[in-house]
């Protein structure tokens, strides 16, 4: 908790209405302070503890995500022939999209990295295979109409700029926002132009308790974001928003705001949290931010598992201690049980 006067006017400048977050700067900021203090404010670069052997999965799901943005960038520019349906084609290029996309990689010089390299592309052709099954499922399951139009889609970028900044707030409490979304799948239906947000995962998938307890924020700042960036003429609402598991089952939606089945529309009740809660998290939890609140969130009994700064966290002097944080910010409303 930092108190000099000083600090906090520096915080409150460099975060302030003007600065633009992403999404996992929030869900860090959410799941520890303490984490965004060390990563964001100090710019600590955490200690890489990677074996030379053992797999890169930051550096594979990046070149997978590359592999899927050629795969559906050629399919939406050449459509295939008529009568071959969408996931047939993506079964039928898949393979060859894996291929080219390594052979765009730099030849590593080393027989180690040869050895490496030849994994990786074993690996990622059965990824790839994988996803074409899962894309055949995703069709039937969630329509065919839905086509995918948009990729690595910025916004609030100012160099690669596809949409603006999503804006929370007003005046001293505004908060902006910036991302990339990986897919933007897109429907012309009579009530106007419907969306689907997807973002691809080679690793585990949050799971809506997490978003529940404002830890998986991603997605529906995504979802808010499109709604405003696409032509107000079109009338864009988003049917839902979820995570692509490359590695597991595929399409699984974190929010649902409607159903769509063979061109039909079916309404859905308000998702939970609800757009409303999201908002205001966020700004509770970077208002928290701009007057020095940065303490370890010592409640989480596996804090430590994941996070590159455990080296240097007092997580366990912090949780013998048992100090309480009563303002900490939460999803819930006054009078439910909060799931933080």
């Known amino acids: 908790m930092l108190r000099d006067p000083r600090i906090i006017h520096r915080l409150s400048s460099e975060f302030g209405p003007a600065y633009t977050f992403s999404a996992s700067q929030l869900e860090s900021l959410a799941f520890c302070p303490f984490q965004f203090f060390l990563r964001y404010v100090l710019r600590l670069d955490p200690i890489e503890e990677r074996d030379e052997l053992e797999e890169d999965r930051t550096a594979g799901g990046s070149l997978m995500h590359a592999v899927l943005e050629s795969l559906h960038l ?78 690595e889609f910025s916004f609030g970028d100012e160099e690669h700029r596809d949409g603006p900044a999503l804006v929370l707030g007003e005046g001293e409490e ?15 239906h009579p009530s106007g132009l419907l969306f689907r947000v997807i973002d691809y995962k080679t690793g585990s998938v949050p799971s ?26 079109e ?35 308000g998702w939970k949290p609800g ?29 430590e598992r994941n996070c590159d700064y455990r080296t240097v966290c007092r997580f366990h002097q912090v949780r013998q201690a048992r100090k309480p944080w009563p303002e900490a910010p939460t999803m819930s409303e006054p009078g439910e049980e909060d799931h933080r």
């Not at 008529?82 to 080219?100: F, M, N, P």
């Not at 598991?245 to 939606?253: F, H």
Request: aromatic share 8%; with cysteine.
């Open 208 to 233: 809506r308790k997490k978003l529940e307890e404002g830890l998986a924020l991603q997605l529906p700042l995504y979802a808010m974001a499109v709604e405003r960036a696409l032509s107000a003429e």
């Open 235 to 269: 009338n864009p609402r988003a049917i839902d928003a979820g995570y692509w598991a490359l590695r597991g089952k595929g399409y699984a939606p974190l929010v649902t705001l409607a159903e769509y089945r063979d061109g039909d529309l079916f309404s859905r009740e």
């Open 74 to 151: 050629g399919l939406r520019d050449e459509p295939p022939s008529d009568g071959i349906l969408l996931d047939e084609a993506i079964a039928d290029r898949i393979e060859r999209a894996v291929r080219d996309e390594l052979e765009r990689e730099v030849r590593p010089s080393s027989d180690v990295g040869l050895g490496l390299r030849a994994i990786d592309a074993e690996r990622m052709a059965r990824i790839g295979k994988s996803y074409a099954d899962q894309f055949r499922h995703y069709s039937e399951l969630f329509g065919r109409d839905l086509a995918p139009e948009h990729f």
């Open 174 to 188: 505004q908060v902006r926002l910036q991302g990339m979304i990986d897919r933007i799948d897109l429907t012309r």
């Open 275 to 303: 757009p409303d809660r999201i908002v205001r998290f966020v700004l509770d939890l970077v208002d928290r931010l701009r007057r020095g609140m940065l303490p370890a969130q010592f409640e989480k009994p596996d804090c």
